[in-house]
């Protein structure tokens, strides 16, 4: 493992924090993620030719997470041979983002399978100086191209750097403090000055979800909470498809949200906003359950999602319910079980700081790829599999000093 191949997970990682950096030149929002890929995948083809052979993932949970995408891409293929979805469409979406989504977690897995303790948290430690680099010096360019949705959002109240959304910068600013807690040690003061600052200057709904996530995270790593963490990782898979069935019942949420709404509606409430595409997802899932699954990333070809005004329909665990249809009852115990392995290695590691802090960046990898869109969740994907890296190199390395 070369030294270049091993910090391709870097760029993985920069996917969010650079993802609106492109605007700069008015070149469009999230491009960032795009051209990033884009130089990945170059990486990866020299790669492949100077190594002459593909490996395959060490872990059998990790083949098994490419199996589903591999799943996902045959549905794919029949939905565009029997016309579920538009042809064009459907190759396009087959083209540029099931596929790239099996290559790039296939790379994500066996470059962070293979990487050691010290490499591990390594990359993360400049991820994290990295993203906060990027955040202090994105003020410096806005006058450059001082356009909406740049760096400042809603006419400058809130804040996200080279980010594209306040979601983004969220999760990314609240792994960043966990990744140099892990180092320096956490503290419950600098955590609360972190959560202010998130709070004031993003404003984002997704908030208070990070914040009390991954508050409990840190408990559960502390206490050792084996039991605990397991309903606790069901219920963050369980959150949004539970708000998709039954959002009429959830306007009660308004009283959370840190901008003005006027109902809770599409047209008052940016928090609805944020919701409603997991209530079509969980319609979809419902009407279509014993139909033949429509296959990953085709949910907005869906003829459903496309009677509704153009909206589009899922977000994370919620569009892949509605895209594997009943072959997602599964699939979701499959990633409970992924999860919960990661958390019970994380438990078992004597250092009581390691556990929060490791244990708190799972549960917003978790949180993040349940609630954003599939490709942006790369980001999070690569965190939690250097997390699972981390956690097995640490419980392997006690085993063998203390037999």
């Known amino acids: 493992m070369t ?22 030149f008015n070149l469009g929002e999230d491009l960032g993620s795009i051209y990033i890929s884009i130089f990945i995948f170059i990486i990866f083809c020299f790669w492949v030719m100077s190594d002459g052979n593909i490996k395959l993932p060490t872990r059998k949970v990790n083949k098994i997470l490419l199996s589903i995408i591999m799943i996902g891409i045959f549905l794919d293929i029949i939905a565009i041979i029997t016309s579920t979805v538009p042809i064009q469409e ?32 390594h990359i993360i430690n400049i991820f994290a ?11 410096l360019f806005y006058p450059l191209n001082p356009i909406p949705e740049f760096i400042f959002y809603d006419g400058g109240s809130r804040f996200a750097g080279f980010h594209f959304e306040l979601v983004n910068f969220s999760f990314s600013i609240l792994i960043g403090f966990f990744i140099f807690s892990l180092r320096y040690k956490f503290s419950i003061l600098f955590l609360l000055l972190v959560l202010i600052f998130l709070y004031f200057l993003a404003s984002s709904n997704a908030f208070y979800p990070f914040a009390l996530l991954c508050i409990f995270g840190a408990l ?41 709404t006027t109902s809770f509606s599409l047209e008052g409430s940016a928090l609805f906003i944020r919701l409603y595409p997991w209530a079509l ?14 296959g990953l990333g085709m949910l907005n070809l869906s003829p459903f999602i496309e009677d509704k005004s153009n909206l589009f329909g899922g977000t994370g665990i919620t569009a892949i319910i509605a895209e594997y249809g009943f072959l997602s009852v599964p699939i979701f115990y499959f990633f409970y079980q992924y999860f919960r392995l990661i958390a019970q290695n994380i438990l078992q ?13 799972l549960t917003l990898c978790i949180t993040y790829i349940c609630i954003q869109s599939g490709f942006f969740n790369l980001t999070a994907w690569c965190l939690c599999i250097i997390v699972q890296t981390i956690s097995i190199k640490i419980f392997s390395e006690k085993n063998k000093y203390n037999p």
């Open 90 to 121: 459907g190759i396009l979406v087959l083209l540029t983002f099931s596929l790239p989504k099996l290559l790039f977690l296939y790379l994500i897995i066996i470059i962070a399978e293979r990487i050691s303790l010290n490499q591990a948290s």
């Open 349 to 361: 590691i004597p250092d009581a700081n390691s556990r929060i802090c490791l244990m708190a960046i």
């Open 3 to 24: 030294f270049s191949i091993k910090n391709i997970l870097i760029f993985f990682l920069l996917m969010l924090p650079l993802a609106n950096f492109p605007q700069l």
């Open 281 to 294: 997802a969980m319609e979809h899932f419902i009407g279509n359950f014993l139909s033949l699954p429509i």
């Open 129 to 139: 100086f990295l993203m906060i680099l990027s955040v202090l010096i994105s003020p």
């Open 220 to 260: 559960i790593g502390k206490f050792r909470l084996k039991l605990t963490s397991r309903f606790f990782i069901v219920g963050i898979l369980l959150l949004t498809p539970i708000i998709g069935l039954f959002l009429d019942y959830f306007e009660f949420l308004e009283i959370f949200a840190l901008r003005e």
